[in-house]
């Protein structure tokens, strides 16, 4: 049978021939590499007629493992120069900050994370330095990486932050989780255990929970830990993860759900999706276009 090389042939195909993907897979010769590809642009057809739904959020976690267990990626750095060049701008709006030297200053954070320098701060103070890029471009500069010294508010929540002399240990008390987060991302990259990368994810996100919480900084602590959150993903090489604006009302009703209440699952699962987001717009999507622009020039 003729081999079928575009996914849109593909999913015709199926179509027309009533076949489900085992049957596909039984008469088709196609790589697993390709077989992931099909499994995402599923995934984003389903999701853009709003009919992804899943037991227990099995489809994105399953989706994220099979993509993790593959090693056809394109390369990390070419991933985050995607996310800079379509997604930074979301990062600014979706904390309605349209300053353009803070937006120059999130550019420098994702080159910071885009490098591998971020292997000479190992460590929750990590975040300081963040911050202090975040704020780098712009005329108070100084203010960049420290700490607040009077009380604030998270926006568009009423749940209390924590007491700005009381900020310092509380950090200082994250040390232990994020140095196991590190460890426990280095063991995954060295067995390649699948099955451990939700823990992972989970793992990461309560860390961003509990930072949120406390509020560190007078301005920028949303950009700043989402930020940290992206340096743990690419540790076990997952694609940095960004907040539409479009999505903006999900996210804060998931994330005042796990600061108030302490309900977690609404905010896990935002970002199971957010990464399946991450891995089809960010890499997926730019390997399927240069397939296309390679086969016009055959």
Same mark, same amino acid.
């Given at each position: ?15 027309? @021939? ?7 897979? $039984? ?17 984003k ?8 739904y899943?037991r227990?959020?099995?489809?994105? +976690? ?9 090693? &056809?990626?394109?390369?990390?750095? +070419?991933?985050?120069?995607n996310?800079?060049?379509?997604? /930074? ?31 000479? /701060? ?9 911050? +202090? ?7 108070y ?14 926006s ?5 932050t ?7 240990? !509380? ?5 232990? $989780?994020?140095?196991?987060?590190? +460890?426990? &991302?280095? !063991? ?5 255990d ?13 860390? @961003?929970?509990?930072l ?14 989402? $930020? ?10 997952l ?19 796990? /600061?108030?209440?302490?309900?977690l ?24 276009? @240069?397939?296309?622009i390679?086969k016009?020039?055959l």
């Amino acid at each position: 049978m003729k081999q079928l090389n575009e996914y849109g042939v593909i999913r015709k195909y199926m179509a027309e @021939k009533e076949l489900d993907l085992l049957d596909f897979i $039984a008469k088709e010769d196609i790589s697993i590499e390709k077989l992931i590809k099909l499994l995402f642009v599923r995934y984003k057809e389903r999701k853009k007629a709003n009919t992804l739904y899943s037991r227990d959020d099995f489809i994105p +976690q399953n989706l994220i493992k099979l993509y993790y267990a593959t090693d &056809g990626h394109l390369d990390f750095s +070419q991933i985050v120069e995607n996310f800079k060049k379509n997604y /930074i701008w979301n990062e600014n709006e979706i904390e309605d900050v349209h300053n353009k030297l803070e937006r120059q200053g999130l550019a420098v954070v994702y080159d910071y994370i885009q490098s591998n320098k971020t292997e000479k /701060i190992k460590n929750i103070y990590l975040l300081i330095y963040l911050h +202090q890029l975040l704020y780098s471009k712009v005329p108070y500069k100084e203010h960049g990486g420290k700490f607040r010294n009077a009380p604030t508010f998270i926006s568009h929540s009423d749940v209390p932050t924590s007491d700005p002399e009381s900020i310092s240990r !509380e950090i200082a008390d994250l040390y232990p $989780a994020y140095d196991k987060l590190i +460890q426990f &991302g280095d !063991e995954i990259n060295k067995t390649k255990d699948v099955d451990k990368i939700i823990e992972y994810i989970d793992k990461c996100v309560e860390l @961003k929970v509990k930072l949120i919480k406390i509020h560190p900084f007078p301005d920028g602590n949303g950009r700043t830990c989402r $930020a940290l959150l992206n340096v743990l993903f690419k540790r076990i090489n997952l694609p940095p993860t960004y907040v539409k604006k479009k999505e903006k009302d999900e996210y804060i009703k998931a994330m005042d759900m796990a /600061i108030r209440m302490g309900e977690l699952s609404l905010i896990k699962r935002f970002y199971y999706y957010k990464i399946c987001d991450s891995i089809i717009e960010l890499d997926i999507d730019e390997r399927l276009n @240069k397939e296309k622009i390679d086969k016009k020039h055959l």
